[in-house]
């Protein structure tokens, strides 16, 4: 906002230079924005947060802040007791609030014999430093008063409005009504901009017997504007409900400095100062002859000061500083508030001005303490606290020895939302009812708890084919799911791989990177277990479970085709689950280090026909029992189909942790192993 400082200076009575005061609100109040002269008047702009919008938006509200700071209290320059000294009554107007709940408090008064005319020349000038163009006497004085209270106020022509009894002469003992209500269903009104605005039921306004005044708190309407001819007016001083202002500013598009004050909420008992004030300034500046003809305030619920209680000694220990209760009294009271009672000199009963609607708790008063006193008085004080390790987090610590691992072996972590919608679970062959569904979806494409990652990867191996022709991808998070109507959720790490230089067997370069991954981890007795499935999701007879000492803990295979093209993928696409709290479970609890053996290691590659249903996991099965403790590894290198027939090739390490092998020790472990085979599992090796 901007201030003048010369008003400034007559409400605070500061000695303070622009500079100096910029300075010291600064650092205890509000952020000093600029400095701007012309000719004797200086112009200085802060930056009010929205919780001090209520009273600080206003030159009395920063005035009395400056007093707090200079260790003074307020005293108001003006007295606006005698202007408010006019018969409470509604022989002028009549008042009905249809929504008390959207106008908390409404004053109007009726003033007559009014000559209009350009304003004073000091009233003109503290406008314009103020940001705010005159208009004409009366206009201006609603103006001004809003910068000097911080209450926005609004005045119709009194010959404009309709009353109860329809009579154009307005006379004395006829009777004008003003009403406050929601605006009615396609309502139009013409604002004081001279544009058109199409109302809502959302919109509160201000009407009489027949057409719209006024939107509330944001513009008056052009219909009812004070011209040269006004004679007679209807001021208004009201309090409308902060969120209501909020939805009509946005909707319409319309910021004015009433809405900007009235968004921040203001205190209701804050009508009746301005509305005193503006009749004084009316009488002041608007003739000889200006007559307050009746005033009319509708209050249904009355805004009381409220008391919070303040520990002083919490005060210090929050604060970290000896601050005597004298100086804590001293500083509450500058700032307006009011010190009740005394409970054994620990407790200070406080008295809150409804003004500071910000002020509730006893940490509030603490936050105002402190900042008058300024933070940068309070000692630095190492922190007091005994240092001990957090409990660790095996599961955390787990899950990011995975990512490392993974990363390591050239896999990128994705993070996709938990949620998915019915789209997806449609593409993935999955049922809704299975599903979890969020109560308040974002959009329709987050409207359910995912079950699988799988859709997610999915998307993100069709982003990532744009750029890259291997993809190898995880990721690390929890699927949700439903046992009967019990909601539940696990952790699980799933990923993907599409390799165009495997080709048709990406889901046998994904199991071996996979067991190389938990070989990584300590784990041994690794198994995979083709099965069959009738879920569209996978391949029918590319999928295996993942078995670790034997528990299945996940599943390896590849998406079904048809899955893979509704989201635009052409390319195989082989896939891995692992339930993250299993594979933490099965973990070895200690880690077995062997030394490398000294002796040589011989490689001997083994190619042979298999049957259709001949398992692979079979065939290793068979290699390992019969080499026993020779056979140091077994490596697939080759897949070949065609007509029918199926070949693998595998390579073996073969050696002695006790002596060096010679060849005719090899050989024999070679054709011991080939017999087996070609008995055991009819399978034919090539020789």
């Known amino acids: 906002m901007k201030y003048s400082y010369t008003w400034l200076k007559e409400l605070s009575k500061t000695k303070k230079s622009p500079k100096q005061l910029a300075d010291l609100l600064t650092m205890r109040s509000f952020e000093f924005e600029g400095l701007k002269t012309e000719g004797k008047e200086t112009q200085m702009e802060f930056s009010i947060l929205p919780n001090r919008g209520h009273d600080a938006l206003s030159h009395i509200g920063m005035a009395r802040e400056i007093c707090a700071l200079e260790g003074r209290k307020f005293t108001p320059t003006f ?38 005319s350009p304003s004073p020349k000091w009233m003109q000038t503290r406008l314009l430093v103020s940001g705010v163009k005159p208009i004409n006497n009366i206009v201006d004085i609603t103006n001004y008063v809003m910068l000097e209270t911080g209450q926005p106020m609004h005045s119709f022509d009194l010959e404009k409005i309709k009353g109860e009894i329809s009579n154009k002469s307005k006379t004395s003992n006829s009777k004008i009504k003003i009403i406050i209500r929601r605006a009615k269903k396609n309502e ?81 008992n804050l009508a009746e100062t301005a ?62 508030l009011k010190s009740l009672r005394h409970s054994v000199s620990k407790w200070i009963f406080f008295e809150i001005p409804t003004h500071r609607i910000d002020l509730k708790t006893q940490e509030d008063l603490i936050e105002e303490i402190g900042r008058i006193y300024g933070y940068e008085n309070i000692k630095e004080q190492a922190p007091c606290a005994e ?77 990532n084919l744009k750029n890259f022709s291997d993809i190898k991808i995880f990721e690390i998070g929890r699927e949700f799911g439903k046992k009967g109507n019990t909601p539940y959720e696990e952790s699980v790490l799933a990923g993907g791989l599409v390799s165009n230089s495997a080709k048709e067997n990406s889901i ?25 499935t009738d879920f569209g999701f996978w391949h029918p007879s590319r999928i ?53 053996s000294k002796f040589p290691i011989v490689e001997r590659d083994l190619s042979m026909f298999i049957e259709k249903d001949t398992k692979y996991a079979d065939i290793v099965a068979n290699v390992k029992k019969t080499g026993g403790s020779l056979v140091k590894n077994i490596d697939l290198f080759d897949v070949f189909e065609k007509e029918g027939e199926k070949s693998l090739a595998l390579r073996l ?19 011991k192993i080939i017999s087996s085979l070609e008995k055991e599992l009819k399978v034919k090796v090539r020789k």
């Open 653 to 671: 390490k073969i050696g002695s942790d006790a002596k060096t092998l010679t060849s005719e020790e090899i050989d024999a472990v070679m054709e």
């Open 508 to 532: 046998l370069a994904l199991k071996g990177e996979l067991e190389s991954i938990l070989n990584k981890l300590g784990l041994r007795n690794i198994k995979f277990e083709a099965q069959d």
């Open 387 to 463: 240092v001990k390790a957090l409990p660790r987090n095996e599961k955390r610590d787990f899950e990011n020895k995975l990512r490392d691992i993974l990363i390591g072996f050239g896999f990128s972590e994705v993070m996709n939302y938990s949620f998915y919608g019915k789209e997806d679970i449609e593409k993935c062959g999955l049922r809704v009812e299975d599903h979890i569904e969020v109560a308040n979806p974002l959009s329709s494409e987050q409207q359910y708890l995912r079950e699988t990652f799988s859709p997610g990867i999915l998307k993100n191996v069709n982003l």
């Open 275 to 336: 509305m005193a004030r503006a009749i004084e300034l009316t009488k002041e500046i608007c003739g000889k002859n200006i007559e307050a003809a009746s005033i009319m305030d509708i209050y249904p619920k009355k805004v009381k000061p409220w008391q919070v209680k303040l520990d002083t000694n919490y005060v210090n220990r929050l604060l970290g500083e000896n601050i005597p209760i004298a100086k804590m009294k001293n500083i509450l009271e500058n700032l307006g």
């Open 188 to 268: 139009k009104i013409i604002l004081l901009d001279d544009k058109e605005y199409m109302l809502s039921e959302n919109d509160l306004v201000i009407a009489d017997s027949e057409k719209v005044l006024a939107l509330a708190g944001v513009m008056g309407g052009s219909d009812s504007a004070i011209s040269n001819k006004t004679a007679s007016i209807v001021l208004e001083s009201a309090n409308f409900n902060a969120t209501s202002i909020r939805k009509t500013r946005t909707s319409q598009n319309i910021i004015t400095e009433s809405s900007h004050r009235f968004e921040r909420e203001i205190d209701p």
């Open 544 to 596: 295996s479970r993942i078995i670790i000492n034997g528990e299945k803990i996940g599943k390896i295979g590849e998406i079904n085709p048809l899955i893979s093209k509704k989201y635009g993928i052409k390319q195989r696409v082989a896939y891995f689950g692992l339930g993250t709290e299993e594979l933490l479970r099965l973990l070895p609890k200690e880690t077995l280090y062997h030394s490398i």
């Open 79 to 116: 007295n606006v007791g005698s202007a408010l000294a006019v018969p409470r009554s509604d022989l002028g107007v009549n008042i009905e609030i249809k929504d008390k709940k959207l106008c908390l408090r409404y004053v109007g008064a009726v003033i007559k014999n009014i000559k209009i």
